[in-house]
């Protein structure tokens, strides 16, 4: 449709027309039933009528929008007057009287008509019918033309009072009175709804500054009294009122559009609701957008997956380009699914688009999900949308944009107010957190997958793991382990046995304690409540892998407990881990971080020192692999270690305290002690097969005792061994553990306080023999120097 | 150059076999005696495959960078698989899209 302008009388009357037509308030589009009301009133020839609608593209679009409402209104006058209905006799009919509508709303009119200082046609009849606030009207008139807008909205809330509604209502008068009574009904029943099509106003009142002002002051009242908000209005900042009113245009023009057409009132205002200026979507807007995604997903804080946004925006007959504009616009954290603030803003743009606007080359500002950064791209929403607004050939006066921007600019900041952004912020946040930081997104996971803490501390392992391995090795790494992260806690604690295992070979022990460090860590913190013996396998592993140079104290319980059981693991037969490291914390930690690093620190320099360590600490291997064994990939891991490194292993063993792995033992199942012992006489060999029978044996929670002193005792070069069987046995175990965890809730609840317990003696454990590590690792690089500087010597 | 892209197709298929995850297939080694230009090949988990030829007039684009650029170009590739309006195996035409490759080949150029 061509730009409308109105002249300021129109464009009041019009808005009240609209509002009255508006009675579901939406401000975007008209029902349909009162639109055809309405131009039955005006006394019309039913094929003029028909043709009216055509015209103004209400067929085309199916629903009224507002300038599709305002084009009808204004062919109404042009039929009215007797000049041949033609889209260009819009604008070419100058001094056109407001269309007649035969209604009660004579009196209504009859006010605006006095109200309206430039319907000099209609001011001269109505001066009988001054409306109520007669006040307003001289104000209008004196005021500027801001002010003669406000006026006008004034009155016309006023005049709400009137049933406009109703045809039967009070008999014209005259043709003037007619056509006064129309907009004052309107305006009167419109009075709230004005405050909506105010700001649409301003749009059409384009042409008049004062309108759009006007408009602005109209939005920012809808019911209070029309004196009141006569001076209300003045004091409503014209930049937010513009703005209200900008998206009510759009809103009406697309209504207008689509008044024929059969889409539902749905629809209808789904694209009546398109951007309004500067892309700002109004409060009611947002309204119809969120009841929209409500349809489709209940949930206001949840996803609307792609598939059925496609769907749903596809209705909408936009070219399957420009919804994959719109969509790759508004899927702000490309996940492919839609939050209900990026719902927002693609509905948003495909209102607009619908009424002609050009798409943006970027999200507007105030379409941006609020939740991350709003102060992103100040400038991006209002420029482009300025431009395709310019762009656009659409209803919208191109005069629109010149003042919207101005308002968009303040709107926005209005808009991202909203509460609804405001909860978005959280859920982008955090969706933005994801793609950023992916050891984020562990977090979650745990949180959901309570039921196991091995899944739970997969994701965080296996995201740590990654990060690390990448560091270190490259991808390689990542491949083998977040495969395994992914199915289960198990999993994970292979991974991180592997990643440890990995590091080790890389002869990067740090990388590996730091890799494993970081899954135990995550897994702790995050599901170790939930399973104990799942998040305490899950620590161990990360326990086993040795820390890099930067101590990392007690970055986790899991890795504490996790070292322990791996020593506990080594050092033990297939001790049955206990979930929780039942080793009371009298116990001088001191030795059990020894045991606990042992079997997973890599220290090839120590390997005879662990050798011995691991003969004279036999009791506390046993204990480890109690305290592996709940940690399934802690056994895994150890066994993976214990396979590079047997010496380490031992040597750790040696250091750690037997009561670390009796802690961890305790916590394991009895079965895995049998497997430790099995462990023992393989202690050097992974015997990972004997492991898997360890793990077989399914620690229930009543099971989980505290091995203690058993699992302590054993010599450290079980361990290792006792690991890898321990994290067998934890793996095969584990289909066992649901069974026992629906069985005996508190047995779980007691054992995960357990865990907890030993997770952090075993943290500190941890932190201790990471620190031995280092120190150890220092000799060694000083022993190499020396040996290297020995070397040319040798050969003289 | 069309042929030599199938070529370099068929060299990935046969990549395809031993490593089905190499996302660092440089296949540097496509040298025309007349027309210098290089073609790297990537391949994704998806077995999607992206070709780039460059020409070997501008001083030979350093390994890491060709990796970055094909990096680049399979996160782009997967914001665009990530519309839901996007039917694999169409043209891609988002503008965003087609913004990323060009802002790279300048970078390049």
Redesign the interface.
Known sequence: MEGLTLSDAEQKYYSDLFSYCDIESTKKVVVNGRVLELFRAAQLPNDVVLQIMELCGATRLGYFGRSQFYIALKLVAVAQSGFPLRVESINTVKDLPLPRFVASKNEQEARHATSYSSDSENQGSYSGVIPPPPGRGQVKKGSVSHDTVQPRTSADQQEPTSPVVSPQQSPPTSPHTWRKHNRHSSGGNNERSLAGPGPFWSPFGEAQSGSSAGDAVWSGHSPPPPQENWVSFADTPPTSTLLTMHPASVQDQTTVRTVASATTANEIRRQSSSYDDPWKITDEQRQYYVNQFKTIQPDLNGFIPGSAAKEFFTKSKLPILELSHIWELSDFDKDGALTLDEFCAAFHLVVARKNGYDLPEKLPESLMPKLIDLEDSADVGDQPGEVGYSGSPAEAPPSKSPSMPSLNQTWPELNQSSEQWETFSERSSSSQTLTQFDSNIAPADPDTAIVHPVPIRMTPSKIHMQEMELKRTGSDHTNPTSPLLVKSSDLSEENKINSSVKFASGNTVADGYSSSDSFTSDPEQIGSNVTRQRSHSGTSPDNTAPPPPPPRPQPSHSRSSSLDMNRSFTVTTGQQQAGVVAQPPAVPPRPQPSQAPGPTVHRPVDADGLMTHTSTSPQQIPEQPNFADFSQFEVFAASNVNEEQDDEAEKHSEVLPVEKASDPASSLRVAKTDSKIEEKTAASVPANVSKGTTPLAPPPKPVRRRLKSEDELRPDVDEHTQKTGVLAAVLASQPSIPRSIGKDKKAIQASIRRNKETNTVLARLNSELQQQLKDVLEERISLEVQLEQLRPFSHL | MVHTSLDVVDEKISTMGKAL?D?RELYLGLLYPTEDYKVYGYVTNSKVKFVMVVDSSNTALRDNEIRSMFRKLHNSY???M?????NPGDRI????FDSMVTSMMIQVC
């Open positions: 995850v996302q997967t914001d665009v990530c519309n839901p309006f996007y035409q988002s503008r965003a």
